[in-house]
């Protein structure tokens, strides 16, 4: 059974720190990209960050760049989301989501990406930022 197990949302003030995790499983952990995505409230969907996995690459989009750091443990079949200096407007439900057989660069997520593309989704978790 394939899962996607997103934690680490929380609480925080602006300027703090989270760190997101997606515990991946039921699949081999090989040529596939990770899309770190967030909603909140009476909004769309908004891909954040992808990782690709065929490279080790990885994109962001311009208001998180330079905030938020992806990276992954193989060993764990983990994806991880470092946000920092976060700031009220990146509150959200943050999910992450895998397209297996991927070959790619993340940076093609950038130019064009479907949230109907990809395999599977986790259940989200609350990031809230308070001024």
């Known amino acids: 059974e394939v899962q996607l197990v997103e934690s680490g949302g929380g609480l925080v003030q602006a300027g703090g720190s989270l760190n997101l995790s997606c515990a991946t499983s039921?699949?081999?952990?090989?040529?596939?990209?990770i899309g770190w995505y967030r909603q909140a409230p009476g909004k769309e969907r908004e891909g954040v960050s992808w990782f690709s996995s065929s490279d080790g690459s990885s994109s962001y989009i311009d208001s998180v760049k330079g905030r938020f750091t992806v990276s992954n443990d193989k060993a764990k079949n983990t994806v991880y989301l470092q946000m920092n200096i976060l700031k009220p407007e990146d509150t959200a439900v943050y999910y992450c989501?895998?397209?297996?057989?991927?070959?790619?660069?993340?940076?093609?997520?950038?130019?064009?990406?479907?949230?109907?593309?990809?395999?599977?989704w986790g259940q989200g978790t609350q990031v809230t930022v308070t001024s």
């Open positions: 039921g699949f081999i952990f090989e040529n596939l990209a």
């Open positions: 989501a895998v397209l297996l057989h991927y070959v790619g660069s993340a940076n093609m997520f950038l130019e064009s990406h479907d949230v109907d593309e990809y395999d599977y």
